[in-house]
């Protein structure tokens, strides 16, 4: 079967589903994954933390994700974010210090809000080049600047150690005609010749905002990776 995508925030996009049940990416159709129920930590992290103390851990590494603290990437002053995920990661990095687990965040672990990318409305995501000049431009920047600041604001005083990505390559270059996520068509080239490079030239620029952003930050005992 095949998840219902249909009316999730930012699910507009010219390529989006518009009748369930939506199709599984060919990509991953032949592997037999769907994405339907993965860990399913969402719903069973009370369980997952108890059974990580029983095994002795002290250190847990996770994930915190983008579409979810805010649905359609468009930060909006604020006005975009999911004060239930904020909930949730808070109640859920209180519960690991509780149980004497230091949390270790990583800010972006390959899910990008969909609004952030349409390529028939110009939204290109990490794949964002500018028009005249066909150079990454780095389009999609204001908004990660502000999903990072928002951790950092609101988490920062509990976490102190943070990664900005997960295996950028993987997302990049993999993805564009290797069949990993996200694996859009527009974006995919043969050889990898350009997709791969764009997205990685925005990355770093990503990831230099955010240590910027970390900077300015008064939490000495803090350290971005």
């Not at 997709?195 to 990831?207: Q, R």
Request: glycine share 10%.
């Amino acid at each position: 079967c095949s998840s219902d995508l249909v009316g999730m925030p930012g699910a507009n996009c010219s390529y989006c589903c518009k009748e369930a049940p939506c199709p599984i990416n060919p990509s991953m159709f032949v592997k037999g994954a769907t994405g339907n129920v993965a860990c399913d930590h969402w719903h069973t992290w009370k369980d997952d933390i108890a059974l990580m103390k029983s095994m002795g851990l002290k250190h847990y590494r996770f994930s915190i994700a983008w579409p979810r603290l805010i649905p359609d990437g468009h930060y909006n002053g604020g006005l975009g974010v999911n004060q239930k995920a904020i909930d949730w990661y808070n109640e859920f990095i209180n519960a690991l210090r509780d149980a004497g687990i230091t949390p270790y965040v990583t800010l972006y672990h390959w899910d990008l809000p969909q609004g952030l990318l349409d390529p028939a409305a110009g939204k290109g995501g990490w794949y964002s080049v500018d028009n005249s000049t066909g150079k990454p431009d780095g389009w999609l920047l204001p908004e990660w600047k502000s999903y990072v600041d928002l951790c950092f604001r609101t988490f920062g005083d509990r976490v102190k150690t943070w990664i900005t990505f997960n295996e950028a390559w993987t997302f990049t270059f993999l993805a564009s005609g290797w069949g990993k996520a996200p694996g859009i068509p527009e974006y995919t080239d043969e050889g990898n010749k350009k997709w791969p490079w764009v997205a990685g030239h925005n990355i770093l620029l990503a990831h230099a905002s955010a240590v910027k952003i970390f900077k300015t930050k008064d939490r000495k005992s803090t350290r971005l990776n």
